[in-house]
């Protein structure tokens, strides 16, 4: 057996995604599979669903274990999920890439097109993958809470929730975690999270760090 370097995680975003829903935009989620041989392919993690969003930043990260000199195929396929469901084969299929993790982590960031199948676009549909290396087993644990927040809604009170970017080498505000949503509050306190470090600020205490409160 091919010996583990290390453990990588791998952000996800899309931009355009096509739109299968009727009256709404898709409600995306992407799956991360490895090949196993032939047209064999398994299923290693997928990311969390986003409702109504045609360019989603997904928080949750993929964690996938990197072998050196070792090729690893691998293909994500975006969903348009509109039941509850784990299976995927009943859910819309919004376009796919396929790559080798060396690819990623010798690039650290992949923009690809996405493709419905070889060599048909998913219109104008892009992914984006970028490969951070875990050097950094520590975590960080906040409490976070607001006050008079805007009431933007038109009946009752905002739905607030947060969400957290860090800096890239490269200027670019990167997704680390998005809070669970308070409903009806003005003065909202969001459940207590942890985040590994290395997801929160690539273990350097000094990477900027941006929030934003969506209400």
């Known amino acids: 057996m091919a010996h583990c370097v ?36 398994t299923e290693l993690d997928r990311t969390e669903k986003i409702k109504n969003c045609q ?7 993929l964690l996938i274990d990197y072998y050196f000199e070792k090729v690893q195929n691998l ?25 080798t993790l060396g690819q990623i982590v010798s690039s650290k ?43 933007k809604d038109f ?12 800096q890239s080498d490269s200027g670019k505000w990167q997704l680390v975690y998005r809070s669970e949503v308070v409903k009806n509050n003005l003065n909202p306190c969001w459940r207590k999270f942890t985040v590994p470090l290395q997801t929160f600020c690539s273990g350097d205490f000094n990477t900027p760090i941006k929030v934003i409160a969506i209400i």
């Not at 975003?13 to 032939?38: A, E, M, Y």
């Not at 509850?84 to 790559?99: I, M, P, R």
């Not at 984006?128 to 607001?146: N, P």
């Open 109 to 151: 960031t992949v923009i690809r097109p996405l493709e419905l199948k070889k060599g048909k676009p998913a219109g104008k549909g892009t992914i984006t993958i970028s490969a951070d290396e875990i050097k950094d087993t520590r975590v960080v644990s906040m409490e976070v809470e607001a006050r008079n927040l805007d009431k």
């Open 55 to 61: 360019n989603p930043q997904f928080s949750k990260k």
């Open 6 to 41: 290390t453990k990588v995680e791998l952000s996800i975003c899309c931009d355009n995604l096509i739109d299968k829903d009727v009256g709404s935009k898709s409600d995306p989620l992407c799956v991360l599979l490895q090949n196993v041989g032939g047209n064999q392919w």
């Open 155 to 166: 009946l009752g009170k905002s739905d607030p929730f947060l969400e957290f970017y860090k």
């Open 75 to 99: 293909k994500f396929g975006v969903y348009d999920i509109d039941n509850k469901s784990y299976d995927l084969n009943d859910d819309d299929y919004l376009g796919g890439v396929e790559c």
